[in-house]
């Protein structure tokens, strides 16, 4: 076989995939997958599970299986040739994908299949075809042609809205600069940040320095310059980015705002939901808007004492009252001043490859699982390792990481999966995923030491690894992460990191580079009394976004919109603690729910939280390496995947229904 991407015996041909191999690739198993479905869809007049369900599942994973390197690739290497050819084939995806959900044919074999399916057919099965029923009615294709063609108007305006929103706040934040002359203004703030701004003003033949307005120089003067002059003007460029009051008004998104909320009430009512919060939970496991309105009155509630506390302790300890300009500022002083924990002293006790190992101790520990590396395995970088994950001599599956920081790799932390897990006629294909973060690179001795706040990460990644990999579903749409609602998805991943402040974990994951001494229990008291700080004003905070979110999608009425604004107002008198000027244009920039997956959904942060700190409350209860509720966790939870729903997976390992009394005593909130 001449193109390598093609080949999906085995693992990716890593050493021998090129960028040119993408076109040709992507379009031949396109024509292929088309030429199949019509086959399929025209040759039987019954179809039955095996007849439709089966071929579908297997052509997705096949698409999946060849799509997925190209888009690693991308990530991780970053060069333009690899860019480029993902940037041209990815408008071929789109395109099929729409196809496929708009098939009215295909919807209607699913339906007949699931009219006819058997009694005893498995969970998984009910459900992949459930879910694609649903999807299939989401995308509008049982409308008639008038409202289907209007809904389709709709989504092509939405996504054009949704990527002019985006431009706007780009835009706006890059035309944003502040130009200063006098260092005293800069006290604080670290040097690489200063180094920066200085060339940044030289470019532009200015003295000084020049302050942009991306995040990490709006966060580091936020929370370390002492000038609070200089923090209120970072943080009204960034609270007025994307609207009137911003560089130049004509990133105004106003007008996209308003369009947008009245675009998805109309797309929600042609498919028949009263509001677009309806219309979101549907693929959710909240049930209803009343539902999650009321969860965030609960958490705001229960937190309140606590953050009215926080504020006090912090306002005591500034000598003056705190502006939105002052919380995280005074949050670092107060944090260094009451707990002393360095992030640099802890740094010396986490060696990547320590962590590294005693995280694979504890998932066998927990899973029984072993995880061996396999050197022969071909990858695309030479930081990159192989694991094969067993138990009792049978492989689970694997995983590449590729932990450090390098040029041309996206930022951040994610997993991705590489195969799904598949055993449909007869043949088996073992789940792969890869596992990427940006830790600090190894020194010239092969060191590379992590924070605490990495070690965290890390735990977070592998927690949905173990989701990807210790699934037992068969078919792939509902295996592993597939199929699970957006607002459970966290679960696994939030609920390992509470290992991660476990002293009885540290200390197995840690050995001081210099002496080889575990981390010792005073310093691991610090960081966890550290945890606490600002807790409570930070959940009122996201609690404060989410219930925006969530009442400007449910209350809208087309007849009389609510301006967004006087919407946050509202939620500001309920909730916020510190009041924010009247210039304050957060809905402006909101990208996670005007330009992003999240409309309707920022709640899903708050829930899946609950959801893993009640899970990990379990382990409190019995022991945190106590094997019977670590099987029960696997069993019920990471094996099935998206085939049965969540709740009742849920209560099948807890025995009850979540409660959100673990994550308050989690946040230092006490529960009443
Ligand atoms: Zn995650």
Redesign the pocket.
């Known amino acids: 076989m001449s193109n390598p991407l093609l080949d999906t015996s085995s693992l990716p041909r890593f050493d021998e995939i090129r960028p040119d191999h993408v076109l040709p690739a992507i379009r031949k198993v396109i024509a292929d997958n088309r030429a199949r479905l019509e086959d399929l869809l025209s040759t039987s007049d019954s179809p039955d599970f095996d007849d439709i369900v089966v071929p579908v599942e297997l052509m997705d994973h096949e698409l999946g299986r060849i799509w997925s390197p190209v888009n690693h690739l991308q990530s991780v290497l970053g060069s333009a040739d690899w860019r480029e050819a993902f940037k041209k084939a990815l408008p071929l995806l789109t395109e099929y994908g729409t196809e496929l959900s708009h098939n009215t044919a295909l919807q209607q074999a699913y339906a007949r299949v699931r009219d006819d399916l058997s009694p005893d057919a498995s969970e998984a099965a009910r459900r992949a075809v459930d879910h694609a029923l649903r999807d299939f009615h989401l995308a509008g294709v049982d409308l008639e042609d008038d409202a289907k063609a209007r809904f389709k108007t709709i989504m092509q305006e939405l996504a054009a809205a949704q990527a002019e929103f985006e431009h706007n706040v780009v835009d706006s934040s890059d035309a944003w600069s502040l130009h200063i002359t006098d260092s005293d203004n800069l006290r604080g703030l670290p040097a690489p940040l200063l180094a920066r701004a200085a060339e940044d003003a030289k470019r532009d033949g200015k003295d000084g320095w020049l302050l942009s307005l991306d995040f990490p120089t709006y966060d580091a003067v936020l929370k370390h310059a002492d000038s609070r002059d200089l923090r209120e003007a970072l943080y009204r460029g960034w609270s007025t980015r994307g609207s009137e009051l911003c560089v130049d008004p004509k990133w105004d998104n106003s007008a996209l705002i308003e369009k947008t909320l009245a675009l998805r009430h109309e797309a929600a009512n042609l498919v028949g939901f009263d509001n677009f919060a309806d219309y979101s939970l549907a693929t959710k496991m909240a049930e209803s808007p009343e539902q999650v309105i009321a969860f965030l009155r609960e958490l705001s509630a229960h937190s309140r004492k606590a953050a009215e506390r926080e504020l006090a302790e912090l306002t005591e300890f500034a000598g003056s009252h705190i502006e939105p300009w002052d919380v995280a500022y005074w949050l670092e002083k107060f944090k260094q001043d009451r707990y002393a924990v360095s992030n640099e002293e802890l740094r010396a006790y986490f060696p990547a490859t320590t962590v590294k190992d005693g995280l694979f101790d504890l998932a066998s520990r927990l899973y029984g699982v072993e995880l061996t590396p396999d050197d022969s395995v071909v990858a695309w970088h030479e930081d990159v390792r192989f694991y094969n994950v067993s138990q009792d001599g049978e492989v689970l599956g694997g995983f590449y990481t590729d932990l450090f920081a390098r040029n041309g790799k996206r930022t951040g932390a994610w997993i991705d999966e590489c195969v799904i897990r598949s055993h449909l006629n007869g043949q088996k294909a073992l789940p792969v995923g890869y596992l990427v973060c940006n830790f600090q690179p190894p020194d010239d001795k092969g060191l590379s030491l992590l924070t605490h706040g990495d070690v965290v990460t890390l735990f ?2 592998f927690g ?1 690894m173990m989701h990807h990999l210790l699934t037992r579903i068969d078919l792939p749409s509902v295996a592993g992460i597939n199929g699970v609602p957006w607002d459970a998805v ?1 679960l696994p ?2 609920f390992m990191e509470n290992f991660a402040w476990s002293f009885d974990v540290l200390t197995r994951c840690s050995s001081h580079h210099e002496h080889g001494q575990p981390l010792p229990r005073d310093l691991f008291d610090k960081l966890d009394n550290s945890r606490h700080a600002g807790a409570a004003l930070a959940m009122l905070r996201q609690i404060e976004l989410g219930l925006f979110d969530f009442l400007v999608h449910t209350e809208y009425d087309p007849a009389a919109p609510e301006p967004v604004l006087d919407t946050l107002a509202r939620v500001r008198d309920e909730v916020a603690l510190i009041g924010h000027p009247g210039t304050n244009r957060l809905p402006h920039a909101f990208t996670h729910i005007f330009a992003g997956g999240y409309a309707a959904g920022y709640y899903s942060y708050k829930w899946a939280e609950v959801l893993a700190a009640d899970a990990f409350g379990a382990f409190e209860e019995a022991g945190i390496f106590d094997e019977a509720t670590a099987s029960r966790f696997r069993r019920e939870i990471l094996e099935v995947g998206g085939s049965r729903d969540i709740m009742q997976a849920y209560i099948a390992f807890r025995g009850r229904e979540p409660t959100i009394d673990a994550l308050l005593r989690q946040a230092g909130i006490e529960s009443g």
């Open positions: 977070h990644e949905h966290e991943s939030q």
